[in-house]
């Protein structure tokens, strides 16, 4: 058949992509850029955001068997947002179906997009599922739980928590995880034949969900025992307005996965029946213990572990600078540490304006530690060790006894600059921009 996947780069689509090329499919994808050897018969490049009219559609449906639209993002920014991405283009597509006579649509959805959705999220996916259902088109509404694939963010953001030693979670939060792989057999399952018990210009909800409800600390528990780590975690449970408070404040940072609407998502609830999804698949979904083979744990431990030290590194290394710059302007006696410079040959003046240009150059050294990105993160880390660098050389020349001092103030010095090379060597490459 010929199928069209609308977010043909993104989490789910990419993979949908890859399946149905394998069982011999043409599949033309649609994205804003197109992910490199992607087995795509042919591209369509568009932006969801932009909100392609209908007509626009129209040609680009000519041939084609079935639409699936997996295009959707967790958290909105200032170009994307859920009323574009999740409700205006869908319909906007969902109508150019019907107009192009499309046999089937499917459109991937999230569970909780019902009549009780209360989060701009799940009314947003709640508004595209109901105006597909109202056109005369063959359709079918897949609602996934939380989505697990070993190298996807969420699943990253999971194993995190689950490798932490300590918990706070919200009370009797449920869910009911599935895993990639049964999300894109499942589409497949329902790409595959033509639903016989399905009437022409009907349509079906079917929830994507594993074979049973967790509670979110059971289902943590369950991940870390499968990453290796026998012990369990301390668990400490909040009440759910405690966490909605927290949270408002967690979603104030644009680069994590907690917010209030994620909060309050999970303290709703995120289950379903799973007996209609086994039997789509022909088996039960696989269970959280064999999300992922026995020996790829110790890679994705090792992953999540770095995952939180990693932040606390860099903040660790912010505050080194930033409290040193404090103490340089003046929380240390300025006379000590005219002192020392006098070691250095630095006299009056010329003494002052090098303690105070040295702190001001540590303060802001720590505030960019914890602001800067892409290029300007580089810099700014490989100069802190050219700062540390010439440091260490100056008082190694002029004041080599330090080295011999009790407290070690030269040798810690070695730690400091290895967390640094660590925080150097996984700064992300600068990108231009990502496909969806």
């Keep these: 058949m010929k199928i069209l996947v609308v977010g043909a780069s993104g989490f789910i689509g990419s993979r949908l992509v890859r399946a149905l090329a394998a069982q011999g499919h043409h599949v033309v994808g649609a994205s804003r850029s197109r992910e490199p050897h992607s087995p ?14 209908p007509a626009w559609w129209v040609p680009q449906l000519q041939g084609i068997d079935v639409v699936i639209n997996a295009v959707g993002i967790f958290r909105e920014s200032a170009s994307q947002t859920f ?22 649509v499917i459109q991937l959805s999230a569970l909780g997009s019902d009549h009780q959705a209360a989060t701009a999220y799940h009314l947003s996916k709640r508004a595209a599922d109901e105006a597909l259902r109202g056109l005369p088109v063959t359709a079918t509404i897949v609602q996934p739980s939380l989505v697990y694939a070993p190298q996807g963010a969420s699943a990253r953001f999971f194993n995190q ?25 499942g589409i497949l399952a329902l790409v595959a ?22 509670t979110l600390r059971h ?70 213990a064999s999300f992922f083979a026995p020996d790829m744990a110790p890679s ?5 572990v770095l995952g939180w030290m990693l932040p606390l590194m860099n903040l660790s290394v912010a505050l080194v600078w930033i409290w040193t710059g404090i103490v340089s302007l003046g929380l240390y006696p300025v006379a000590g540490s005219l002192r020392l410079l006098a070691d250095f040959g ?75 090379v660590l925080l150097l060597a996984l700064v992300p490459p600068s990108r231009s921009g990502a496909g969806r």
């Design 161 to 185: 928590l689950a490798v932490l030693p300590v918990l706070a979670l919200p009370e009797g939060a449920l869910v009911q995880p599935v895993h990639i792989d049964d999300v894109v057999r």
């Design 83 to 104: 009323e574009a991405l999740h409700h205006r283009a869908p319909v906007a597509l969902f109508a150019a179906c019907a107009l192009a006579e499309v046999p089937r």
């Design 219 to 288: 289902y943590l528990a369950e991940l870390r025992q499968a990453l290796g780590l026998a012990r369990p975690a301390a668990v400490l449970e909040l009440p759910g307005r405690l966490c909605l408070a927290l949270a408002a404040v967690a979603g104030r940072f644009p680069a994590g996965f907690v917010d209030r609407d994620a909060v309050s998502m999970l303290l709703r609830g995120n289950v379903a029946d799973p007996e209609p999804f086994t039997r789509l698949l022909g088996h039960p979904p696989r269970p959280v």
């Design 300 to 304: 994705l431990r090792q992953e999540a």
């Design 346 to 420: 630095l006299h009056g003046g010329l003494a002052k304006m090098a303690l105070y240009s040295a702190a001001v150059l540590d303060l802001a050294l720590g505030v960019l530690t914890l602001t800067a990105r892409g290029r300007l993160r580089r810099w700014v880390l490989a100069f802190q060790l050219l700062v540390i660098a010439a440091y260490t050389l100056m008082i190694t020349v002029r004041l080599p006894e330090w080295w011999l001092h009790p407290y070690g103030p030269i040798s810690k010095n070695l730690p400091m600059v290895l967390v640094i």
């Design 193 to 214: 034949p033509a639903p016989a018990a399905l009437p022409q210009a009907a349509s079906r909800t079917l929830a994507f969900v594993g074979p049973v409800p967790l």
């Design 40 to 53: 795509l018969w042919a591209f369509v490049r568009v932006d969801f955001a932009q909100v392609p009219e």
